[in-house]
């Protein structure tokens, strides 16, 4: 088992080298009960975190709070956007003008 539980680690998915990691013991777990056989030695085995010195537990807390705060920001913005749609909607009737958009889509027909 890594000390760390959280931050950026070897390997977390197969095709990835490094990324962030929020639970190793989660994925851990995972590669354990999930994946093919003949993988799971080599998974485990190079599933790690990565060492570094303080700069990189200073980076990864950083990464960390700026991603729950990149995360409450889209959340304000979806809602305010689902707060103010029927005044989008009406500035983007005025503003574009035979515009096909259906809600959805720029292409109803395809």
């Known amino acids: 088992m890594a ?3 959280t931050g950026f680690f070897w390997h977390v998915h197969h095709r990835v ?6 639970s190793y013991n989660e994925r851990a777990s995972y590669i ?3 994946k093919r ?8 085995r190079l ?3 990565v060492k570094a010195r303080q700069a990189y537990y200073e980076a990864s807390q950083a990464y960390y709070e700026a991603s729950q705060a990149l995360d409450e ?3 304000a913005l979806d809602e305010a956007l689902h ?6 909607e009406a500035l ?15 292409f109803p027909n395809a």
């Open 37 to 44: 056989e003949d993988q799971k030695e080599t998974r485990l």
């Open 17 to 22: 080298l490094l990324e962030w990691c929020y």
């Open 83 to 88: 707060k103010n749609m029927p005044a989008i």
């Open 3 to 5: 000390e760390v539980q």
């Open 73 to 75: 920001a889209r959340q």
């Open 32 to 34: 354990s009960e999930q």
């Open 47 to 49: 599933f790690k975190p």
């Open 92 to 106: 983007h009737k005025e503003e574009c003008h035979d515009c096909p958009w259906n809600g959805k889509t720029i």
